[in-house]
């Protein structure tokens, strides 16, 4: 069975400073790995995703996660973090196989910016 | 503006009461998901649509019933709902199954 594990459900960081939010996956086939962020009061929005092609995956608003099979890591990082990066994140993995697209997400890590 | 559009927004319903959420994307997505998210827990998948087919059901109570009469709307029926029942319900479509999955902003859904 396919599983992520989000370390740490709240980080938080001063504006400007780097941005890590760990996720760890279990998968006995190659995995297919996204980030997910949600916005107070909105759905979730899509930053990138691992499809077993560069293990280095650069993603929307600045945010990057490389996928280091290794550690079974799927990390999420920022250089500079800016105010507008506080909301909630979610690591999540595809199951493998059958025809329903079916994600199983993690917990979740609420992130914080401090000015 | 994420293309899928959910309503109403928030939802206060008594446990006898029955009412449906819509769901209604705007991408020509050909598939349309339902997803449970509580408090301090995983976002739970409930079920999948794949060309109005349900392809999905997962081990959801019988008290939600989803419909998918074409492949821009899909709605969750709701009657006789728990306490637990509470929780944020988020849609999301796919262009296809295995493509990313596109969300709308969620109802908020009170159970009294």
């Known amino acids: 069975a396919q599983s992520v594990t989000q370390l740490g459900s709240h980080v938080s960081v001063s504006e400007g400073a780097l941005v890590l939010l760990r996720c760890n996956y279990s998968s006995s086939v190659p995995p297919y790995l996204f980030w997910y962020v949600q916005y107070p009061n909105q759905g979730l929005q899509l930053l990138l995703k691992?499809?077993?092609?560069?293990?280095l995956v650069k993603g929307i608003n600045g945010f990057e996660a490389e996928f280091k099979k290794s550690e079974t890591s799927f990390h999420l990082t920022k250089p500079s973090a800016h105010m507008s990066d506080a909301a909630e994140y979610f690591c999540a993995v595809r199951v493998y196989g059958g025809a329903t697209n079916k994600l199983i997400f993690g917990t979740g890590t609420l992130l914080a910016v401090q000015p | 503006e994420t293309g899928v559009t959910q309503t109403p927004r928030h939802l206060v319903m008594g446990m006898t009461n029955k009412k449906s959420l819509k769901c209604e994307q705007h991408?020509?997505?050909?598939?349309m998901y339902w997803y449970k998210q509580s408090a301090k827990k995983p976002l739970e998948l409930m079920f999948v649509?794949?060309?109005?087919?349900?392809?999905e059901n997962n081990s959801v109570p019988s008290r939600f019933s989803p419909e998918c009469p074409n492949s821009s709307h899909l709605f969750l029926h709701l009657h006789t709902l728990q306490p637990e029942d509470s929780a944020l319900y988020l849609c999301?479509?796919?262009?296809?199954?295995?493509?990313?999955?596109?969300f709308g902003d969620g109802t908020r859904l009170s159970i009294l």
């Open positions: 649509y794949s060309l109005e087919e349900r392809v």
């Open positions: 991408l020509g997505h050909n598939a």
């Open positions: 691992y499809t077993s092609a560069a293990t």
């Open positions: 999301a479509s796919s262009q296809e199954l295995n493509q990313p999955q596109h």
